[in-house]
């Protein structure tokens, strides 16, 4: 059965004499209630003149109909517009890029500071398990360009880090590869101090830059670790590890006199008062889940060989995968040769080596980590490296599809 108000509308567009009598009832109630107003009787059917509005809509109701079509058209243009902007002002930003030089390392590495306090101790008389002499060698100051290294001559003088000519190279080989792909980039070069004070975010907390450069981070502060793991795993950032051997050990930095303290990490701790041997790598497990590898604790005068190595890479200190689920971009085939003697003679045995050396990316949290794994300053004048670095490691980190953008 139809509706009442379906029927009304039927009846009343099936005869001109229904328009007639629908517009007396509409009079007749209005003066019934005019007459009656005493009594605040209305008689106007609310249907009949809900109906009427719909047939016999005003000009005014036609006209503010249109209005608002015409505004929500206007509003959908203008969203449109304002997206159009916000994807134009984000194609527009440039890639923020630093390269973080290792301060805190070279501090360690420093004459009369770590390294001659390791060499004193490295074999501990029987019975001594805590060293509270020479702990003055644990604390050091901060260079700003050149230092002396623990081996050096002292009579030489200070020298710029080996590893700044790399770093440096690095910086232009990336200016240049952004040109290439027609990228706008922006290159800061900051250190280790600056990481540690969190001048790599914002003061909203979001990143400063979009891609870091690290090299040999070995000794970092807390602050600095957690600020690069939030660079990264909530923040969504891009870390390039260009050296092994990172986040060994753990250091307190002393702003005002510019100084680092051993706190823990390569096999020892301090507390300030005494030493004791401990731990190697300070952050194992955690640099496991966000790094995905972790230092590869053979010496430079252990026996490891390189069977795909077409970058002639000499063994020196390493990184091996140890999370599943990095994704490996070149396997170097690590094995290691085990010498046994037997009389006068030695047989050398090949057995596949149980850490797996090899560049990889790994996705951890919002970002990713690209480590290459080794000592890559090294192969500073490799051709055959700097090609691969271009066409296999910067794609990568500029997030662009390998072979350029398509």
């Known amino acids: 059965m139809l509706s009442r108000k379906k029927k009304m509308k039927k009846s009343i567009s099936s005869s001109p004499l229904s328009w007639t009598f629908a517009k007396a009832l509409l009079f007749v109630g209005l003066t019934l209630t005019i007459a009656s107003s005493s009594f605040k009787v209305v008689f106007v059917d609310a249907q009949a003149t809900t109906f009427l509005q719909e047939f016999f809509p005003t000009t005014e109701d036609e006209e503010g109909a249109e209005e608002d079509e015409e505004g929500a058209e206007e509003d959908e243009e203008g969203a449109e517009e304002d997206e159009e902007g916000a994807e134009e002002d984000e194609e527009g930003l440039p890639l923020?890029?630093?390269?973080?030089?290792?301060?805190?390392?070279?501090?360690?590495?420093?004459?009369?500071?770590?390294?001659?306090?390791?060499?004193?101790?490295?074999?501990?008389?029987?019975?001594?398990?805590?060293?509270?002499?020479?702990?003055?060698?644990?604390?050091?100051?901060?260079?700003?360009?050149?230092?002396?290294?623990?081996?050096?001559?002292?009579?030489?003088?200070?020298?710029?880090?080996?590893?700044?000519d790399y770093t440096d190279m690095l910086m232009e080989l990336v200016e240049e590869e952004a040109s290439s792909l027609d990228l706008d980039v922006e290159i800061a070069d900051i250190s280790d101090k600056e990481v540690h004070h969190g001048d790599i975010f914002d003061s909203a907390g979001n990143n400063a830059y979009d891609v870091l450069f690290l090299f040999h981070q070995e000794y970092v502060t807390q602050a600095e670790y957690d600020n690069l793991k939030k660079f990264v795993v909530q923040n969504g950032g891009t870390i390039v590890f260009n050296h092994a051997n990172n986040f060994i050990a753990e250091v307190n930095y002393?702003?005002?006199?510019?100084?680092?303290?051993?706190?823990?990490?390569?096999?020892?701790?301090?507390?300030?008062?005494?030493?004791?041997?401990?731990?190697?790598?300070?952050?194992?497990?955690?640099?496991?889940?966000?790094?995905?590898?972790?230092?590869?604790?053979?010496?430079?005068?252990?026996?490891?060989?390189?069977?795909?190595?077409?970058?002639?890479?000499?063994?020196?200190?390493?990184?091996?995968?140890?999370?599943?689920?990095?994704?490996?971009?070149?396997?170097?085939?690590?094995?290691?040769?085990?010498?046994?003697?037997?009389?006068?003679?030695?047989?050398?045995?090949?057995?596949?080596h149980p850490e797996k050396v090899a560049i990889y990316e790994m996705i951890s949290g919002k970002g990713k980590v690209i480590h290459l794994s080794i000592f890559s300053h090294k192969l500073e004048d490799n051709e055959t490296f700097l090609d691969f670095y271009e066409e296999e490691i910067l794609p990568r980190a500029f997030d662009v599809p390998i072979g350029g953008i398509q």
């Open 96 to 164: 923020r890029v630093a390269f973080v030089r290792p301060s805190f390392t070279y501090s360690a590495y420093q004459q009369n500071g770590f390294y001659n306090f390791y060499g004193i101790y490295r074999e501990l008389p029987d019975g001594i398990t805590n060293v509270t002499t020479n702990l003055n060698l644990l604390t050091v100051e901060v260079p700003d360009e050149t230092y002396t290294y623990y081996r050096d001559d002292p009579s030489e003088g200070p020298s710029t880090p080996v590893q700044q």
């Open 254 to 352: 002393h702003s005002a006199s510019n100084t680092i303290t051993l706190v823990r990490g390569h096999d020892w701790a301090y507390d300030g008062n005494s030493a004791w041997p401990t731990d190697n790598e300070r952050w194992l497990e955690e640099n496991q889940q966000w790094v995905g590898s972790n230092f590869m604790d053979d010496t430079a005068s252990d026996d490891v060989i390189f069977l795909n190595n077409p970058f002639n890479y000499e063994h020196s200190e390493e990184q091996f995968v140890t999370n599943p689920n990095a994704t490996i971009i070149f396997d170097f085939g690590v094995v290691e040769m085990n010498a046994t003697e037997t009389g006068d003679e030695v047989n050398r045995q090949h057995y596949p």
